[in-house]
């Protein structure tokens, strides 16, 4: 019988901080930003690469979870109920979009895409999270859990602890991910991420120990990339540009460096000041996965709003951009919560929460 690993809180709290980037930066790009520049560069510089957060949680979480016993079987269809299944139900309003209403010509939409059958159309979006801006991300994810076994057993031996920060350091060269790109390439992008907190999670214990060190050196790291940012010395715009190819392009990647070390960072920073749990980290990490499916609907719905002049605003500002950001966050949670009240514990198997 499997015995329960404790439940790791500052972990959990990282979690609810990381749901809140991807929220952050998604509703900073969805509407025009009519203020100062040097604002909008502060928004995206700390809501970028939210992604790299939730994927180091994740490997965090595997290696914690499964190091001891690993049933390859079990873990698998753990994952299709509780993140494949989820994925399938929210992808049907986008889906039926894209195939019977938004029919028009996409950018992935190649030859002769909208003259296939219904059921080919249906299993490539599927397969691709090309039918909504953020699902990307779980046909990507789904490859990690094809590659577990791999993973776990490469994690018991000595090269584990040598070689991944060296592919950590590799993994720095590569750029490009996300909906623009495709699944091979992001899931290039997010391997030395997810190796690391594997690896994080194995050498937790003597990490936690140089707390004090790693907590300053990764904050003023990230504090630098960030000015620099904030100053354009780093354009974030050209990382973007490179990030949507589809072919491998290999050029140093700052912002994935900043991401990595501000996940060094939380990770001591929470685990540090755990007993000091915050409710709204609490709640979003209890609702992440809900969120993270729930929030490009909400945010649809108001840039639908905004294009039929139905916002009294002509684009974003510091204030209207956090209020934006609130709303949005407080929907979600409320529409989270709402499932949960009526399909109790089966909400997980709907939205993932």
Same mark, same amino acid.
């Given at each position: 019988?499997r015995?329960?690993?404790? !439940?790791?809180?500052?972990?959990?709290q990282?979690?609810?901080?990381?749901?809140?980037?991807?929220?952050?930066v998604? $509703?900073?790009?969805?509407?025009?930003?009519?203020? *100062?520049?040097?604002? %909008?560069?502060?928004?995206?510089?700390?809501?970028?690469?939210?992604?790299?957060?939730? #994927?180091?949680?994740?490997?965090?979480? !595997?290696y914690?979870?499964?190091?001891? @016993?690993?049933?390859? &079987?079990?873990?698998?269809?753990?994952?299709i109920?509780?993140?494949?299944?989820?994925?399938?139900?929210? *992808?049907?309003?986008?889906?039926?979009?894209?195939?019977?209403?938004?029919?028009g010509?996409?950018?992935?939409?190649?030859?002769?895409?909208?003259?296939?059958?219904?059921?080919?159309?249906?299993?490539? =979006?599927?397969?691709t999270?090309?039918?909504?801006?953020?699902?990307?991300?779980i046909? =990507?994810?789904? #490859?990690?859990?094809?590659?577990?076994?791999?993973?776990?057993?490469?994690? %018991? $031996?000595?090269?584990?602890?040598?070689?991944?920060? /060296?592919?950590?350091v590799?993994?720095?060269?590569?750029? &490009?991910?996300?909906?623009? *790109?495709?699944?091979?390439?992001?899931?290039?992008?997010?391997?030395?991420?997810?190796?690391f907190? =594997?690896?994080f999670? @194995?050498?937790?214990?003597?990490?936690?120990? @140089?707390?004090?060190?790693?907590?300053?050196?990764?904050?003023?790291?990230?504090?630098? !990339?960030?000015?620099?940012?904030? /100053?354009?010395v780093?354009?974030? *715009?050209?990382?973007?540009?490179?990030?949507d190819?589809? $072919?491998?392009i290999? %050029?140093?990647?700052?912002g994935?460096?900043?991401?990595?070390?501000?996940?060094? !960072?939380?990770?001591?920073f +929470? &685990?540090?000041?755990?007993?000091?749990?915050?409710?709204?980290? %609490?709640?979003?990490?209890?609702?992440?996965?809900?969120?993270?499916f729930?929030?490009?609907?909400?945010?649809?719905?108001?840039?639908l709003? +905004?294009?039929?002049h139905?916002?009294?605003?002509?684009?974003?500002?510091?204030?209207?951009?956090? #209020?934006?950001?609130?709303?949005?966050?407080?929907?979600?949670?409320?529409? #989270?919560?709402?499932i949960?009240?009526?399909?109790?514990?089966?909400?997980?198997?709907?939205?993932?929460?």
């Open positions: 019988m015995t329960e690993r404790p !439940f790791l809180n500052y972990i959990h990282f979690r609810g901080f990381a749901i809140l980037l991807i929220v952050g998604h $509703t900073l790009i969805s509407l025009p930003w009519k203020g *100062s520049v040097y604002t %909008k560069n502060l928004f995206f510089s700390i809501t970028n690469n939210g992604t790299i957060l939730f #994927v180091f949680i994740a490997g965090f979480l !595997f914690y979870l499964s190091h001891n @016993k690993f049933s390859y &079987q079990d873990y698998l269809k753990k994952k109920k509780y993140v494949i299944l989820p994925y399938l139900i929210i *992808s049907i309003p986008a889906l039926a979009d894209k195939l019977f209403v938004d029919t010509d996409h950018w992935w939409m190649k030859g002769g895409f909208m003259d296939r059958s219904i059921p080919e159309k249906l299993l490539y =979006m599927l397969a999270g090309k039918h909504s801006g953020v699902l990307w991300f046909p =990507m994810i789904a #490859v990690f859990y094809l590659f577990s076994i791999l993973f776990i057993k490469w994690s %018991k $031996t000595k090269s584990f602890d040598y070689l991944v920060p /060296l592919l950590l590799l993994g720095l060269w590569t750029n &490009q991910f996300g909906y623009y *790109s495709n699944i091979a390439l992001s899931f290039l992008h997010f391997l030395p991420v997810y190796l907190g =594997m690896w999670a @194995k050498l937790r214990e003597p990490i936690f120990q @140089k707390g004090q060190l790693l907590l300053f050196a990764s904050l003023l790291i990230y504090a630098v !990339f960030s000015l620099l940012e904030v /100053l354009e780093i354009r974030i *715009s050209e990382l973007i540009e490179l990030r190819h589809a $072919t491998l290999l %050029k140093f990647n700052p994935k460096l900043k991401a990595i070390v501000f996940c060094v !960072f939380l990770m001591i +929470f &685990q540090k000041y755990e007993k000091k749990e915050s409710r709204i980290l %609490k709640l979003t990490g209890d609702y992440s996965f809900g969120i993270f729930l929030h490009l609907y909400c945010i649809n719905f108001f840039q709003l +905004f294009n039929k139905l916002i009294p605003i002509n684009g974003l500002n510091i204030f209207t951009y956090l #209020v934006y950001f609130i709303i949005v966050t407080a929907l979600c949670l409320l529409a #989270v919560h709402i949960k009240l009526i399909f109790k514990s089966k909400s997980r198997l709907i939205i993932g929460s």
